[in-house]
């Protein structure tokens, strides 16, 4: 048999990328190798449920499967975190996540459901869907077609794209794998009920059910937050609800949560308001994941093979990112099989992209790790939140909003650029907030109850709604300018808000750790900091928007007697930014 | 939800006060939110979004933008709150749009 494409796997990435592969180079003749065979189960199948906007888009969007995402899934109302002391009544709880339902839509997605749909899907458009086909080995040959050998026989393929999962036929066949900062471990179930967070929380509770306005909190992958872990709560619309443990290994073993007995006495432990919920609920399709995170050296090649999904990485689920890499390693591979196919696959543009791709999961690998102690901190995971999202939302999601995978090598290059400035930012950002949790007096009162994400009204929420709106490479890239500059100012405001916050001795620990004075080299203005000593009225016209906005979401740090010491190592670190080339 | 008036009245200066760096004291009944207090429009949304909590509603900006004084807007509390109780619909555009 010989194919243009040969798929190996057919999970979400493998028969996501068949149907890519039907609607944008229709000519290729595409085969999906895998293993199982239909029926699969609905609900109770596999683990990646949250989908968050850029997984959403793609799968809205570029795949075209909005009606089936709005008639089979359901609609999720953003992500939501409870932070603070578990051991208390959930509605104490400081809580992060929308005031109001997202216009950009994301959706919590029956895996079974979904991968069923897909696979009749595939059949129907012609894609050659070979099930129960166990892939033994990939031979990549740098002239003429690839060799796929498989439990029926050998298929050879011009193209080959690992889409195995965890099996990572071609990473550990290249020896690619690479370490990751992720050092965590999960383990899940679903249940047949409908548990929803309202449930834990008595109708007493007026305000905390009032905000609730349109009874769509449920709709949201709830976070259940404490130092060192979070705990997913994800409603599926075949009537299951999906809960899962992450726990980094700094602070809980895994042998504490790794069996259903376990994790009953682990939750009753750290999360007793949902064990007590869960009490005689039976857990379904038990599943564990030790030490789940690993990268890669490559993804891409121009030698006609590509990895995606899990069998190219996976970092952490805290932000529901898996599926955006799947759904980015997707498309990039599949504009080089189109370019290659028509016959003028510049080596150098997959490897713009591939360099693209490896960008965004370092700079999600910063983000997504050294996370124990903000977990544990409403205050900082707040700050944390506006700036992650305004991180993604500004650079990830527009880029690929934009659909700038497809544009020519130059344009390429110029992105690639841009995306090493917005890692930068963010590298400088996750020191502060790192060094920021690490050094706060622990058990402080949560300055918010709420932290509405986005808040109203907000350059972050301003952000967040643009995605709606159609743009071309010139005014992407030109917003993704303006916002690069709008999140210089953020940053720096993390940095005024930690030292403010930590005083003066500690303040001088948090400018050593974030490297003021060295390696820092965000501009501090003088004019921001002299606003401090001002009444409120006068200050908020001297704050740039941004810093504004995010006081009003998340609140802001009051400390007089930092001030000096802010101004002297501030003083420092303008000289060092002057100094440091740009 | 029944509150009386004097409960509303607490609240909003809880709102007002944590929200706006206020010193409780000075926040009468009778003091103007944009003069006296010195909030600006943006503060306004601020107000209304976290009132919401309050009333299970969202506001409606016509009537929110009229609203001058502490007291006004106590009683605005207290008219959503009634409004929440019959339910009665929310507005067509109603606050805060994003
Ligand atoms: C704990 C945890 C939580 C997560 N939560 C989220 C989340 O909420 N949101 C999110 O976006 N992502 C999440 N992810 C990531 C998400 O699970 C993955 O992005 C996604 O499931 C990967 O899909 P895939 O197609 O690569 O792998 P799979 O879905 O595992 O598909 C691999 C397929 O290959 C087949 N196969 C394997 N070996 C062979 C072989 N030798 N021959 C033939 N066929 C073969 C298998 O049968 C399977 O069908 C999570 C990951 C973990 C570990």
Redesign the pocket.
Known sequence: MRFDVAV????????CVARQLHREVPEAKVAV????RRPIPEACH???????EL?SHYLGKILGLEENLEARHLKKNGLRFLCGDSQGPIAARPEIGPAEFPLVPSYQID?GRL?SDLRALCEQEGVALLEG????DIELRGHGDHLVR?SEGEVRARWVID?????R?LQKKLGLRRESPVAAS?A?FRVRDGVRIGQLVPESERQWHARDIDDTRWLS?VHLMGVGYWV?I?PLASGYTSV?V?ANADTHAFRGFNTPQRMRAWLARHEPRLAERLADVPFEDFGV?HD?SYMTAQVLSAERWAC?????F?LD?LY???????SMANSFAVRCIGDDLRGDLDPAAAAELEGILLLLAADSSRTLSGNSRIFGDADVLGTKVWWDFFNYWGFSCRFFFSELWREPLDELRRFRAMAQRWYDLNTHAQRVLEAWARLREPGQAPRKKFVAMPAPRTVLADLHGSLLEDRDAEAAYARMEADHAVGVALVTELLVQALLDLGPTRAAALGEAVGLGRDWTLPISPERLAAEGLGRRERLSRLPPVARDLQRAVGRARSDTALAELLRLAEGAREAAVMAPS | MSMSRDEIMEKVVEILSDSFELDPATIKPESTLYEELDLDSIDAVDIFVQLRDLTGRRPDPEKAKQIRTVDELVTFVEEELAAAERGDPEPETPLPAT
């Not at chain 1, 596999?46 to 968050?52: A, D, L, Q």
């Not at chain 1, 086909?133 to 033994?136: A, G, I």
């Not at chain 1, 995606?308 to 190219?312: F, H, L, R, S, T």
């Open positions: 190996c796997g057919g999970g979400l990435a493998g028969l190798l895998e293993r199982s596999k683990v990646g449920e949250s989908h968050v997984s895996r991968e086909v166990d892939v033994h498989t889409a195995s999962g965890r099996r036929l999960a899940w992958t997913w994800i899962g992450v994941r789940y995606v999904g899990e069998a190219a996976f689920p529901s990112l898996g599926n955006d890499f799947l």
